[in-house]
């Protein structure tokens, strides 16, 4: 945990700035677009193991798994990477993500995405607070298409109902910026929003989030698509 009474206030000015800059951008660009509206369920499960024969290791390694079912088909997505601790509060990740979207009514329409991706992970906590900031760089290969690059933020925060407690409010906002256009269709700058809301239970290294994240995605001919989707996520943390 992060001890620095200096380092806390950074990271939780950046949680604000990061949340903030979200809705700002959500509203400016729903006032000027119509939307619609769906909704999916999203599951997941995320897996964070030390190097097991060196406990002291700086070295980690991540993987997530995650399927989310549509109206008209399922994407699924397996997302491995090894990271460096350089305290017990930052860390740094690079790694690999395979996405597929696979359509319930043509096989065709099937899109396959391969990502290299490298993040840097702020975390720290006070009092009954726990807290991360993360910011990820990612690049994107399709086949047939020239390669893209996306930027991410992401700020968490998590609640315990009372000192010590397994149960806690938990929240996050994450925003996607294109960078550049693709050669898909989709547009350079805002690309989609991500807000969380839920309860999240911890016993020992495992811990369950289950809540709601509401999805703003812009779409190629820049009208807004808003998800509602129910989430069921498992945290393994070794």
Do not use: C
């Not at 024969?53 to 070295?59: G, H, L, M």
């Not at 990740?93 to 043509?106: I, T």
């Not at 812009?218 to 989430?231: A, E, F, V």
């Amino acid at each position: 945990l992060v001890r620095s009474r200096g380092l806390g206030d950074v990271y939780k000015r950046q949680v604000v700035a990061s949340a903030l800059l979200a809705l700002a951008v959500v509203l400016s660009t729903s006032r000027s677009h119509a939307a619609a509206r769906e909704s999916q369920l999203w599951t997941g499960l995320f897996l964070t193991a030390k190097d097991p024969r060196d406990a002291a290791s700086p070295w980690s390694m991540w993987l997530d798994a995650q399927a989310r079912r549509g109206p008209s088909g399922t994407t699924a997505l397996l997302r491995p990477a090894l990271g460096y601790r350089f305290s017990p509060g930052f860390s740094l990740w690079a790694g690999y993500a395979w996405v597929g979207a696979f359509a319930d009514s043509d096989e065709t329409s099937d899109v396959f995405e391969h990502r290299a991706w490298q993040q840097a992970l702020f975390a720290g906590a006070e009092g009954q607070l726990t807290y991360q900031f993360r910011p990820r760089l990612e690049q994107r290969f399709r086949d047939d298409e020239t390669p893209a690059l996306r930027a991410r933020m992401l700020a968490r925060a998590n609640v315990a109902l009372w000192p010590g407690a397994p149960l806690a409010v938990a929240s996050w906002d994450e925003v996607f910026v294109a960078v550049g256009d693709t050669s898909w269709g989709a547009p350079s700058g805002f690309d989609q929003n991500r807000l969380f809301l839920g309860l999240a239970y911890t016993q020992g290294a495992v811990r369950i989030e289950a809540g709601y994240v509401g999805t703003t995605v812009r779409r190629k001919d820049d009208s807004l698509l808003h998800q509602h989707n129910p989430t069921l996520w498992l945290f393994f943390n070794y």
